[in-house]
C-alpha cells in the first residue's frame, strides 16, 4: 500500500490492458477521459503501441467504461481511476464515482455480444493505485460479498513496480 503520490490514469489505463492481454482477453474498446490534464492522442497512440497486431482497430470514446475486453470466456468492463494530490476528501469522492461508475456496468451485457461470445461470463473490474485512501475505502466498503455478487475483481496499480495486483472476488486485499 503506498501513501499518496500522482498516478495518471493513462498508466492505470496502460497496465489494465496489458492484464487483459496476459488474460487472453482482447482489449476492444477504451474511454478517453475528457477533463484537465488528460491527453487523448497521446492516450490513443500510447495504446495502440501496447497492443498485439491482430488487425483489429480498438474504438476509442468518450463514455462508458474505460475498457472493455472479450473473449470467447470472458467480458470484461473496466473503470479506472486516477490518483492525484488531492486531500483524502478529494480521493474519496474519486472513488465514490469509480465505484458508482463500475457498479453501473452490471448488466445482461453479454446477449448483446455476438454469437460466438454469448457465452462469456461478465466481468467487472475497478482499477485504482493502491493508495492508502484508496485501500481504506475498498476495504471499509467493497467487501468480498459484494465483489462476489457482481464478479468484481480489484486491479490494484502498485507504485514500486507499475504492475497490477489482482484481487479476485473471492480473495482478501
Not at 99 to 120: C, G, I, Q
Request: hydrophobic fraction near 35%.
Amino acid at each position: 500500500m503506498e501513501h499518496l503520490k500522482n498516478v495518471s490514469e493513462i498508466e492505470i489505463l496502460r497496465e489494465a490492458t496489458v492484464f487483459l492481454i496476459k488474460r487472453g482477453v482482447w482489449p476492444y474498446r477504451f474511454s478517453l477521459a475528457r477533463g484537465q490534464g488528460n491527453e487523448g492522442s497521446a492516450f490513443q497512440k500510447l495504446i495502440m503501441e501496447g497492443l498485439p497486431k491482430t488487425g483489429i482497430q480498438p474504438q476509442f470514446v468518450t463514455d462508458g467504461p474505460d475498457i472493455c475486453g472479450i473473449s470467447e470466456k470472458e467480458f470484461w468492463q473496466i473503470e479506472c481511476k486516477r490518483a492525484g494530490s488531492g486531500k483524502s476528501q478529494t480521493q474519496r469522492n474519486n472513488f465514490d464515482r469509480a465505484l458508482a461508475s463500475v457498479v453501473s456496468y452490471y448488466d445482461d451485457v453479454t446477449s448483446k455480444l455476438p454469437e460466438n461470445f454469448k457465452d462469456a461470463q461478465q466481468y467487472l473490474g475497478l482499477a485504482l493505485p493502491s493508495t492508502h485512501d484508496y485501500m481504506r475505502e475498498l476495504t471499509r466498503r467493497v467487501r468480498k460479498p459484494l465483489r462476489q455478487k457482481l464478479n468484481l475483481w480489484i486491479l490494484l496499480y502498485d507504485l514500486n513496480t507499475s504492475s497490477i495486483r489482482q484481487v479476485s472476488p473471492e480473495n482478501d486485499y
